[in-house]
């Protein structure tokens, strides 16, 4: 058809969006700062248009009608498809950053909530806040949507020809084609990359980890000769001393190891030890803050401390004695308890320094715990990425000697220093081509960008420890144009089929047919016949796969020899092990944060608006402080400083985190992403990635000699707890004891709760709220356990994923409105002072999450004019928001300051929302839970949703409920295991017994709200209350 | 009988029934003076501002606009709607209280103190109106007939009981204003023509002034008085029990029922004062509203200053007796030296020690002074309102959720859009309603008229003696 154009803007205009470009093409809904501010300003028209609303607004409200939207049910039902049946299906997360065996809730060919697989002996039904938010990125309308070539639209045919052509000449060539990935456990991956080599044979295949362990490699392979990671066990350890190693929040398997840390701390069991665990680390980690004995230390400082600790262990154990460095921290304690376990403890070390490894692995071989709390008999594979390879690459192709690069799930241009430097080099190449989900900041500069399915959207793979392998299957049909990246591979390989087909031939041949690992006490593995004819092997083989596909996870026995630990080594190389270089000024340490990790998944508002477990910060990138340090240098909060290093310098706004060390300053990994999508454009920051050099062949991340300059500006951050200590109330709010006063004294510690008890039975001043007669059938209940919890922040992302809970934005926050349910109050521990309102330089932390206490004589109900807030007779407190007014008079009288209010239109999209304003990503809601209006109150429901269905599916199985059979979000979250969900009026349930736990008390109780939420007192393994330091 | 010897003259310049009628009429019959315009545009943009644009706005975007936030989820709204409830209670305790312990001194100031407390209600219930989050379904808080769903209210919530109370007091305070202006109404009437004539005729519901109306009238007045009086003490006895049910330090106290009324009528006697300084000044009715009015109101500001100076040392000692951390907390710390020590001590000074001035007799007579010092205890009941509703939110059980509360320009609008709303009432009640009770002046003036008749009326007298 014939088409006119008005102008000759008009047709520009059309031409332009033509051309995609990409950072336009995607809606920028959210928050600028001009538009914070334009909230707040009226103009003109807004004036007219509202004074005329003022009065129209008599008639319209008695006029206007609700618009309709129908609901349209299926004329022919899909098959497994039950309308408000939600399916589950076991697949597997593999990103850079985290892996878990997972389930996946979807309702209606659309999956909405993930799940940890209860089945896996790695992650063992735990997750972290990240996986818990992946699913959203399924629906993140940033993805790209079709391969592009030079920024231009191309099909996946002419892609394919183009792409294979160019790699057959570069290979004929003789010039190296770089593949450059992050970490791959798949091993069907790994398999068809062999193929790809033999066709390819120039082929090199380069593994890129965000955040560097090759230092653990390649001391493993100095001293055990064997290159790759270990499996830890910490469920197994007495003692743990941790350098430097956030292991409970970031460092290498976090999630396995907050389950495996947490078993060594529960006292729920019948147990009476725990376990002690020692840290010694620069900034404060969410590991730190669990640590029963804790001092921060300076980076150049851990080598010396971990050699004199090395010594003192030797002269003990009669192992090798090396030079010994000056070094003021006494480690006799923390050497005499690894000494009394030995076998039983473990040493770990976070710092991506060869020569601190080495000395790690040694002490760990002197205390003999090679083959038993460290296990080299299985690999950890999740990070394999080898720092001075990448070097390589990049040197390699600067020099013309590849002619091709390939990225996988890599991203060198944001992840690595000098990405200017990087990014041309890409931009120079003959072939470069990026397989990822977005045009991000590597991809920018290459020639072919396919976009890769979401991991919802494939099938998948994992080996994230030799052996013990999970699989993953797509929950929807993808929503874009968009191919599995194996399937690329696949094409220019020349193998025809789909992936599927490949990784179930693949699966059949080379992983089901190994023997399958023995069972611990469980009859589910069945047991594979080694001496079956092939043909009835590959029925089995078949069967094996649908229920491996089923599980989720298989795991086939591994005879891996434990290699020797070399001790020669250490005396050999003492020289370089023991050198040290004093350094000067302030030193700069990068970590990652528990949501942003390394900036992957930076779109994700869920995970933006996540506070920070320690800093309790949100939205923005920031630079730690001690608060001594910002003291004489004159620095606040929110200060903009400037930091110069290694030829790389960014401008943050100062952040004050006590029990840091005073010589340093911390910068969290993962923002400033220019190229993640709206979301991540909106949040403050910036990249620390380009201060990270390589020094011996690995990336330092700790230790980076800096400038700061002050730049006299300020910028805001917005914190969901300004005040860190309890005020002098730790007895009424956090109740906490020593393992020794324990043992002698069950109550110890919440002596409080039998005065209590006792005091309040004759008060009746007000009614009693609790009457057994009021509720005779259920009575729901959450025990939660401060032993366990570690405060990683997983539930939280939980809740709002599995309640459909809002995102209020940067502004909003700061302003105190944020609408998690469930939040983590941290609490520092405070100086014995009058107002006890100065945090200690080294605190002891206190995490307690904190939702609705569904109190059985709850202050909240009393006050609502309209009675929209009543009591169930299963002891939840109920919330009708059809009825709720909004008079916030229970938000005021909630002592736990758990209720939260819609102060605009948060959900139903609006200026103010940065997600469900958009049709893709509203996918993502739970039909189960209604979304709230503005203007109501909401709050935790003890997710009466997943009540409802668990009587209604034991009614309808004609049984009575099983306990354990209903999770709540949030305990369904938790890596360790510290939230219990039960009945306390079903007999022999396990919250029985938490209630009746002399740890047990209930938050304020001296004001007889009578919670059904019980905390268990946390218990500290130290010899004195109060004491940091060891 | 009223005693001179006691109290002196109460009306000054041997007025005669005539005069006084003229006096009073003055500001409705002469043409608007320019400072009554200016007034009135002033007050009219305020209002228009404020309640027609920011409170649209309010209710078109959310309460977002304010300042409240998940740890302080009341702030202004509910300062503003206590404080003018506060201001409210000048007219009722002005006429009963005073008409009960026979204080003749009222009559002079009692219609323009009940006409306060009209406006002044009326602005007070503007705010719980815009104040919750979905007004549009705000007729839930009402026990309404046609209930199909079965629901009901909660009658435990002092919310629901601020509801009945309010509506309850408006209402009669309305009909006790309006039923005392009958006669004077009467009086305009008969002094005017035309269509003015037919609406005060109207508005006076045909006043005949016989001496059965006058006995029915006054029998009424009392009537209305004696039940309006128990409402004085419940209105803001209720308002407090918002707080005083409430659980949190700071409000959780039984004291506030008194504390409160006792409060309201210092704010309301304070505005009362503030009012009548502009009021004779404009109208030259010194003569009406003499410098002993103001001593005698001045003396109870000062004993009630004292009540609420021994309130707030009641309230601390309370809270160090109870010894309960909680209590302790918002009192000795965050009031006396913490996060809102400055409102606090500001409000100390202004309720509890400026009008402790008024004990100098030199004080009590210069209006310059009373005039400053009113407006500094209704500053001061602004503050202690605020710190009532504020601090005990703000820093309350868990440390962890502490957060302070800041109000936005959209607070301050509506604020002064409600200002406006008052200003704009009183101003209309300055032109169009006598504002001060004719009817009982006259009786606290000389008990005869010196026949002065115009010339006119001599004519008048003439022509129909020759009549005859």
Known sequence: MKKYWRSLEELESVRKNETIEPSIEFPTDGLSKEEIKNKYVSNRRDFLKLLGFSTAYAVAATSCQQPVRKAIPFLQRPADITPGVASH???????????????????????????????????????????????????????????VKNGKKITWDKADAEITKKLGEIAAAGQKIYIIAGTVISPTTKKLFEEFKAKYPTAKFVYLDPVSYSAIIAANEATFGKVGIPVYHFDKAKVIAGFNADFLGTWLSPVQFAADYAKTRDLTNGQTEISRHYQYETLMSLTGSNADYRRYIKPAQEKKLLIKLHNAIASQTGGQMIKELPCEIDVKKMAADLLANKGQSLVVSGTNDTDIQVIVNSINNMLGNYGKTIDFSRETLLKQGRDEKIHQAFADMKDGKA???????????????????????????????????????????????????????????????????????????????????????????????????????????????KKEAPEEGGEQGVQQDSTATESQNIIDFTSGWNKALQDGVYEVAVNGEAPQFNAAYLKENEAKITAFTKPSGMQLVVYEKIGIGSGLMANNPWLQELPDPISKATWDNYITVAPKTAKEKGWKQEDVLTVKANGYEVSLPVLIQPGQDPSTIGIALGYGRTAAGPVADQVGGANAAGFVTAKDGHRQFSGIAVEISKTGKTYP?????????????????????????????????????????????????????????????????????????????????????????????????????????????????SKEDKLYSEVEDNPEVFHQPVMCQHCDNAPCENVCPVAATPHTNEGLNAMAYNRCIGTRYCMNNCPYKVRRFNWFNFVEGGDYNYLFNDEVKRMVLNPDVVIRQRGVVEKCTLCVQRIQEGKLKAKSEGRELRDGEIEVACEQACPSNAIVFGDTNMEGARIIKLFQDERSYGLLEELKTLPSVVYMTKVRNKDEEHKTEA | ????????????????????????????????????????????????????????????????????????????????????????????????????????????????????????VLAAGLFPAIHVGRPWDEFFIFPYGPNSRGLWVNFNSPLLWDVFAIATYLTTSAIFWYIGMLPDFATVRDRSEGIKRKIYNALS???????????????????????????????????????????????????????????????????????????????????????????????????????????????????????NTYETYVFDENYLKGHYALPYWLMLVFNAFLPQLFWFKKVRRNLTWVFWITIGVNIGMWLERYNIVVPPAAEDFLPANWFHYTSTIVDKWVYLGTIGLFGVGVMLFIRFIPMMAMNELKQQAKRHTELKPTEEQLQEIKKYLEDE
Request: with cysteine; hydrophobic share 45%.
């Open chain 1, 89 to 147: 299906y076991a697949t597997t997360i593999s990103t850079p950053d985290d892996y878990a065996a997972v389930v996946v809730k979807v309702r209606d060919g659309r999956p909405i909530k993930i799940e940890g697989n209860k089945l896996s002996k790695i992650t063992q039904g735990g997750t972290n806040a990240r996986i818990q938010a992946a699913v959203l990125d399924l629906y993140d309308t940033a993805r790209l949507q079709h391969p």
């Open chain 2, 1 to 120: 009988m009223y005693k001179k010897e006691v109290r002196g003259e109460l009306i000054l310049g041997n007025k005669s029934y005539g005069d006084i009628t003229r006096d009073i009429l003055r500001s409705q019959e002469e043409k608007a003076p320019l400072w009554w315009k200016l007034s009135f545009a002033l007050f009219f943009v305020l209002m228009a501002v404020g309640l027609g644009y920011y409170v649209p706005l309010t209710i078109a975007k959310g309460i977002g606009m304010w300042g409240n936030n998940n740890q302080v989820p009341w702030g202004w709204a509910i300062i503003n709607f206590v404080w003018w409830i506060g201001i409210g209670h000048a007219g009722t305790a002005f006429s009963i209280f005073l008409l009960v312990f026979r204080q003749k001194w009222r009559t002079s100031i009692n219609r323009a103190a009940e006409a306060m407390t009209v406006f002044a």
């Open chain 1, 403 to 513: 002619g091709a690069v390939i990225f996988y799930n890599a991203n060198p241009v944001y992840n690595c220093h000098k990405s200017d430097e990087k990014a041309a080099v890409i931009k120079k190449m003959a072939l470069s081509v990026a397989l990822t989900d977005k045009l991000d900041e590597t991809a920018k500069n290459v020639q072919y960008v396919l976009p890769d399915n979401h991991f919802l959207e494939s099938w998948s793979d994992a080996e994230p420890v030799s052996g013990m392998f999970s699989l993953g299957q797509p929950t929807i049909n993808k929503l874009w144009d968009t191919r599995q990246a194996q399937e690329s591979f696949m094409k220019w390989t020349g193998i025809s089929g789909s992936f599927y087909d490949y990784l179930k031939k693949n699966w059949i041949e080379n992983i089901l047919s």
């Open chain 2, 205 to 323: 519901f045909g006043w005949v002034g016989s001496m059965d109306k006058w006995r029915k009238f006054e029998d009424t007045l009392v009537i209305l008085g004696g039940l309006a009086m128990p409402l004085v003490i419940a209105v803001h006895s209720i308002v407090s029990t918002d707080f005083s049910a409430g659980i949190l330090p700071g409000w959780h106290e039984t004291i506030f029922p008194p504390f409160f009324v006792v409060g309201a009528i210092f704010s309301g006697f304070s505005m009362v004062v503030t009012l009548m300084v502009l009021i004779r000044k404009a109208f030259k009715l010194h003569e009406y509203v003499t410098d002993d009015h103001f001593d005698a109101i001045a003396r109870i500001i000062t004993f009630v200053s004292l009540i609420m100076g021994s309130a707030y040392l009641i309230e601390l000692f309370i809270a160090w007796y109870s010894a």
């Open chain 1, 717 to 829: 951050l917005a914190q969901t707890q300004t005040h860190d200590t309890m005020e002098g109330r730790g007895e009424d709010i956090a109740r906490e004891t020593t393992l020794a006063a324990w043992q002698k004294d069950k109550h110890s510690g919440n002596e409080k709760h039998v005065f209590f008890k006792e005091k309040l039975e004759h008060v009746n001043l007000y009614k009693n709220g609790y009457n057994p007669e009021d509720y005779p059938g259920h009575h729901w209940g959450l025990a939660i356990d401060y032993n366990k919890c570690t405060g990683c922040s997983a539930c939280i992302i939980a809740c709002q994923v599995e309640n459909n809970i809002a995102i209020v934005g940067k502004e909003q926050v700061r302003r105190r409105r944020n609408m998690h349910w469930l939040r983590i109050d941290r609490y520092y521990s």
